[in-house]
């Protein structure tokens, strides 16, 4: 019997027609929208004359750029306050549904998804977003695409995409204490570069993973496009199946079994061919921590920064540049500089454990005088959760500041900016230039770090302070 | 929508060595507010090429008049990041309808042949010899040919040949887009998803 991986079985099962040297037509279950990348996706199916083909295919939410204070004003800004009117409009005239600000499955369209259990497993799903690759964490096929292919998805539930070539990468073993599914992908980045998964799809295997919760696989496979892979996914178990249960859109009943029965075929088969196998060890991983601007420049918190030894041309220029844009030079080690904001949210770690984890660091202490520290929950439901679990007092009583659910920081598209020259310590997936706000130098690690630095108000170990 | 057509441009290039550029450098998620695809080339490289009062930076290429034309040839790893085709906008809106790399990231790659901006990978070497080219002579005339697929230093005769799949190809040159091919398809699609 021919051997698929899990990643052949979801693709070949989606896949209508196969264009000859060409690519495959391939068919989406679900598709998420968001203001940003979809007003001009509409904007042009009403150029054609055509409208959406499937509406209840596609779930809308308002994330990127609105506001997280008063959420129930009107939104002062007016280019955001178009983009999200336009949002509410296409929905309304279409029929999608529309999880908008203030509701309660409001939120980061990454961290809705599968609140609401629309993410499952053996789905084809993409989001006019790079960080759609956050749902493979259920063992579904998930990928960002751009504007054109959105208004492909909306006008006949299809985009024309060539298949991506394979990769396992197995993280096997325990993880050390302190050490997150953050540190995992961080470290698994620094070791491949910021392009070496570009062309594949991933698929994260080994006991590690297999251990991790599901807020904690889908830490991993958000980060996966920042090895330039198309995207990363999980095989489903009992913890997969356990998560979805109950959940708003999940399976009921009789068909939760069929689901179930269905959901545990989806697995590489023994023996299947990979074009590219990578193992790590778990013993290996320590807390993490980006010095540099994109995400593959990461190093141990106690590590320094590497040499220019063996560089040249250009690449030793990009790199470089990119050192001077964050104020560092090579050899140093960034363990005990001094840091200005320390941001929690995103849809990397910006869910109910992430802040669950944040604050039971913080509980007690105070955060550093020279540190202004900003907490935002990754949806309405993370929210109220930690309110209800009384996080967000013991959060308050440290000195952070609780913010309303949106990307925020993540990308500065709303008010909230690092300013010029000023260090961030972030839980979120992306270190670039200017991406937290202009002039902006921007760390990404776990929570667990960015607790600890929030409370030394230095880069911090978070195994020495706790 | 349906784009120019493309099938053989002889231009300039503007050169940008720079590797691991990413779609926040070629337009920040600040400008990406408008609900219309026009206008997005005014703030092309934004933070590359403007200080903060709104100043052109003078180092900055685009900003550096010796250079010019509808060719961009980056350095490795152009394009990773966010999916945002506002990025290709802003370049096709500035006035390129081809970017050379020796490797591009995938979203970008495919958001740039959706709406007709040619992205031709080249070796190292070639993308090597292509900035010492333009360094030498910046009035240097590159021709990318697509139906032949080569790429040319017209001066020198030096070529290579680049790679792109057949029906991508016919697209470009046609200035088809593939949603008409998917409207055509409609009834299979329809077939396809009752069975889901
Ligand atoms: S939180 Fe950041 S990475 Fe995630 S969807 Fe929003 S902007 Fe993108």
């Not at chain 1, 005239?93 to 629309?118: F, R």
């Not at chain 2, 008049?65 to 152009?78: E, H, M, P």
Request: glycine share 8%; aromatic share 8%.
């Amino acid at each position: 019997m021919e051997k698929n991986t899990l990643f052949d079985k979801i693709w070949d099962a989606h896949v209508i027609k196969s264009v000859p040297a060409g690519p495959d037509v391939f068919f989406i279950d679900k598709h998420f929208i968001h203001e940003v990348t979809s007003p001009v996706a509409f904007l042009n199916l009403e150029l054609r004359g055509i409208g959406v083909k499937y509406p209840n295919r596609t779930i809308a939410t308002p994330d990127h750029n609105v506001p997280t204070v008063d959420q129930d004003l009107t939104i002062k800004d007016k280019l955001s306050r178009m983009q999200v009117e336009k949002l509410r409009e296409n929905c309304a005239k279409y029929g999608i549904e529309l999880h908008d600000l203030g509701s309660a499955h409001h939120g980061i369209v990454h961290v809705i998804g599968p609140e609401l259990g629309v993410t499952q497993p053996g789905m084809t799903i993409v989001c006019g977003d790079s960080h759609t690759s956050t749902h493979g964490a259920f063992g579904a096929i998930a990928f960002g695409i751009g504007t054109s292919e959105v208004e492909m998805v909306l006008a006949t539930q299809c985009i024309m995409q060539s298949k991506a070539k394979k990769m396992r990468i197995s993280v096997e073993g325990t993880l050390g204490k302190g050490v997150t599914s953050k540190d995992i992908i961080l470290y698994i980045i620094s070791k491949i570069s910021a392009a070496g998964a570009t062309g594949y799809f991933v698929e994260y295997a080994g006991s590690a993973i297999q251990s991790l919760s599901m807020e904690a696989r889908m830490t991993i496979c958000n980060m996966s496009i920042e090895m330039g892979a198309r995207g990363g996914l999980i095989a489903p178990d009992e913890t997969t199946f356990a998560y979805l249960k109950g959940k708003q859109y999940a399976p009921k009943g009789a068909d939760w079994d069929k689901a179930v029965a269905h959901w545990k075929t989806l697995k590489t088969d023994d023996g299947a061919i990979f074009d590219k196998e990578l193992v790590f060890e778990a013993a290996d991983i320590e807390p993490m921590i980006t010095y540099g601007t994109n995400p593959g420049m990461g190093i141990k918190v106690t590590g320094t920064i590497p040499s220019t030894q063996g560089m040249e041309g250009s690449n030793k220029t990009s790199y470089l540049k990119s050192l001077d844009y964050m104020g560092f030079v090579p050899g140093e080690a960034v363990k005990g500089k001094m840091v200005d904001y320390v941001f929690v949210g995103s849809c990397t770690n910006g869910r109910i454990e992430d802040i669950r984890a944040v604050a039971q660091f913080v509980k007690g202490h105070q955060k550093a005088e020279n540190i202004t520290a900003w907490i935002v929950p990754g949806s309405r439901e993370v929210e109220k959760m930690a309110h209800e679990e009384g996080l967000v007092k013991i959060l308050e009583d440290a000195g952070f500041e609780l913010r309303q659910p949106g990307c925020s920081a993540c990308l500065a598209m709303n008010d909230d900016k690092i300013p010029s020259g000023k260090y961030a310590v972030s839980t979120s997936n992306r270190n670039f230039e200017g991406r937290q706000g202009p002039g902006a130098r921007t760390m990404l690690a776990s929570p667990l770090t960015v607790a600890a630095v929030a409370i030394t108000g230095r880069i911090t170990d978070p195994r020495e302070v706790f | 929508m349906a784009y120019d057509k493309f099938t053989v441009l002889q231009s300039t290039a503007v050169p940008l060595p720079t590797e691991n550029v990413d779609t926040d450098q070629i337009i920040p998620a600040r400008f990406l507010k408008a609900t219309e695809r026009e206008g997005f080339g005014d703030n092309l490289f934004r933070d590359w090429r403007y200080d903060v009062e709104g100043n052109p930076k003078k180092d900055f290429v685009l900003n550096d008049r010796t250079y010019s034309g509808k060719i961009l040839v980056a350095g490795k790893n152009f394009g990773s990041g966010s999916s945002r085709e506002h990025a290709v906008w802003a370049l096709y809106d500035y006035g390129f309808r081809c970017v050379v790399s020796s490797f591009f990231a995938d979203i970008f790659k495919n958001n740039c042949l959706n709406i007709g901006v040619l992205p031709v990978t080249v070796s190292p070497e070639f993308a090597d010899l292509l900035f010492t080219a333009i360094a030498a002579d910046p009035n240097t005339a590159v021709e990318v040919n697509l139906p032949q697929q080569t790429i040319t230093l017209l001066a020198t005769g030096a070529s290579e040949s680049f790679d792109i799949n057949e029906y991508k190809k016919d697209n470009m040159q046609h200035g088809f887009d593939d949603i008409d091919y998917l409207i055509n398809m409609a009834a299979e699609i329809e077939g396809f998803e009752a069975s889901r």
